[in-house]
């Protein structure tokens, strides 16, 4: 008897594992989000189960619930927090929070900027060997410096370019007292002594290390966030070409600059674009962030794209859609075009990551011109459904045609531009 029971007991487990599996609405059920985020006057998709019943909002005057035959779906009408419920044969059987936030637009970019960084203290980017009369050294590898290092201090005194350290290492050759360095490494700092070589054949004394306190580049603008002038661009961090390392920024300077041409990517070759800065060198904005996510600072100025100025509204993680979409970006001099890409794929994220999407470049003229994506292009705007969904940051090295995009979110909330806190959620008891 038991026996039996138990049979019974599996072959039920069985068939409603079966059953789950293969009904669409239980699937339907399982992928209702417990949480959406809308803007003000945005509508979104919230569920496809026909059979559902009654479904209502906690709070009509911030979110109102549509049904039909087909689907679902939530229309978000002013700031605030509701909870939409969802009820099968009387019963509730689903609870989804909808957060509206206020309605948020950003100015695209797309121009070609050049870029000027200023690291902090120096940056050590190799070593070099000095001919003593007891053979080759090198002084600062003796102190345990190593390349991607940075000098930030000597005897007490802030190193903040090259040439503060060549005073100190002139006087140390004179009283053949060491120098106190303090070094910053990955995060951490520690102090070295270091004692400076003379060279067998010269007078001066040496210290043995490639050091370096700028870098120079070009990338594109992502966006311009009106109200307060921040910028975002590259929608990558920017590394040292000799250590490979992301460089401490203590300062920098972005300024517009024209693409002379275009050297075209391969498989296995990425390509990139050439340019060179505006003649004038006119300063446009600072750069107060280099990370992950791209460079940050405050414009000076407006830099007009010339092609779409208006401000546009901005998609989410989880808003973003596989399929077409346009990106902004200048291939010749200093226009700023509109090309056709595809979204292949998009990762709705909750936390800040880069490598949100993968795109693919479509459009047959900019494929001709630059065979897809080429360094420089980074930080291009990347535009679906009249929504500013995120930036152009990588090139897939084996196919030039496809590579990496950063969600626009994640740009703007290391901008200092927090869409969260713009204002106060007040979340109303169920009527």
Known sequence: MKRRIRNLIGAFLLVSIVFICLNKQIHHYLEIPKEVVLF??????????????????????????????????????????????????????????????????????????????????????????????????????????????????????????????APFIQDSGKTGASLKIVVLREGKTFETKLTPLKNKDEESYRIGLYIRDSAAGIGTMTFIHPGTMKYGALGHVITDNDTKKPI?????QIMRSTVTSIQKGSDGDPGEKLARFAPDNEVIGNIVTNSSFGIFGTLRTTIPNG??????????????????????????????????VEVVTSIPQKFPATKGMVIKITDKRLLEHTGGIVQGMSGSPIIQDGKLIGAVTHVFVNDPTSGYGVHIEWMLNEAGINIYDSHQLNKKEAS
């Not at 960084?117 to 007891?134: A, D, F, R, S, W």
């Not at 100025?309 to 291939?331: C, F």
């Open 307 to 340: 092609i779409m100025d208006k401000e546009l509204p901005i998609a989410l993680s989880h808003q973003v859609k596989e399929g077409p979409a346009k990106i902004l970006t200048v291939i010749n001099q200093d226009k700023v075009e509109e090309f056709d």
């Open 40 to 165: 003000e006057g945005q509508q979104s998709e919230l569920a496809s189960i026909p059979a559902l019943g009654n479904v209502k909002s906690s709070n009509p005057n911030v979110v109102t619930v549509g049904k039909d035959d087909k689907q679902v779906s939530v229309d978000a009408h002013q700031t605030g927090e509701a909870d939409v419920i969802l009820q099968m044969a009387g019963f509730p059987i689903k609870k989804v929070n909808v957060k509206v936030l206020k309605d948020f637009k950003v100015i695209p970019g797309g121009q070609s900027i050049g870029v000027k960084l200023n690291t902090k203290g120096v940056l050590v980017v190799g070593h070099h060997l000095i001919q003593t009369k007891e053979g080759k050294k090198s002084p600062g590898e003796i102190a345990g410096i190593k390349v991607g290092d940075m000098i930030m201090n000597i005897n007490g005194k802030p190193i903040q370019k090259m040439n503060d350290v």
């Open 248 to 252: 401490q920024v203590q300062n920098g």
